[in-house]
Each structure stands twice: as C-alpha cells, then as structure tokens.
C-alpha cells in the first residue's frame, strides 16, 4: 500500500477517441503525476523531448528493456514504446497518484505487475465514427493507446 493511499491509473483507447480531453479535465482537479513514455519513433512535428515522450534511440531501449527499467513496453509500426519503471514508483511512493497513457497490451502488462492498477478503457462511439477520425486525419496512427 502506498502513502495516501496512492492509485496506478491507466487510460487506453484507439486515437481520436478523446483521451486528451478526459485528461486535461483530471489535471484541472487533482494533483496527478503523468508519466511520459520513451519511444524510439522519431518526434512528430509540434512535439517535444521529455513533454510528449521521451525519444531514444533503439539501442538505448534495449539497454533499458535488458535493465529491467520499464514498467510494461512493447513494440508498434516498427518501434518501441514503454513507461519508466522509476519516476512511477517514486511518485507512488510520495503518495501521489499517477496515470499513464498507454496502449492495451501495456495495459495488461502493468495489471499483471501492479494488481491494484485501475484500468479504464474508453471506446469510441462507433467503428464508424472511428473511421471517420481516420479518414480525416490520415497522418495519424490508428491504434490503441
């Protein structure tokens, strides 16, 4: 148990589907610590190094992966993603609760280690409406995260 009784929350659903908005009203409210994933994908344009991810190169994943530094990661579209095992229980620690965005599959990872982790999953409104978020975004990746 953690200091203030301290909560592992994680948020998953496909792009588009309104993550963004639920966390920005959730940062409003509470003091949260949001952990930022480590991706070998190269920054997309507007993104920055250490506010969206944390961008490293493949060998540097794999040392980390080796270490046992991650939390959960996975590979996606020919990179890798995964949340720092660290700034997360440091932050449990300390009482504070933490969220992370990530996809499914790293969803049921942290589950596996961290049994108390809330998962919530946000579905789209339809396949439809999904696809229409992908079809008029076609740049962005549709997946699960």
């Known amino acids: 148990m953690y200091k203030n009784n301290a909560k592992l929350f994680v948020i998953s659903a496909p792009s588009g589907c309104g993550k963004g908005t639920i966390l920005a009203e959730v940062f409003k409210n509470r003091d949260v610590f949001y952990s930022i994933s480590c991706t070998t994908r190269k920054p997309r344009e507007g993104e920055k190094d250490g506010v969206h991810y ?22 996606y579209v020919g990179h890798y993603y ?3 095992k660290k700034p997360v229980l440091a932050n449990l620690e300390q009482g504070r609760d933490v969220i992370l965005e990530i996809e499914t599959n790293g969803a049921f990872q942290v589950k596996k ?7 919530m999953f946000i579905l789209p409104p339809s396949v439809k409406e999904l696809s229409l978020i992908h079809i008029s975004e076609p740049t962005r990746p549709l997946y699960i995260s």
């Open 113 to 119: 280690a961290f049994p108390e982790a809330v998962l």
């Open 82 to 84: 995964g949340t720092p």
């Open 54 to 75: 944390h961008f490293i190169s493949d060998d540097s994943f794999k040392k980390m992966i080796d270490s046992g530094e991650f939390l959960e990661h996975a590979g």
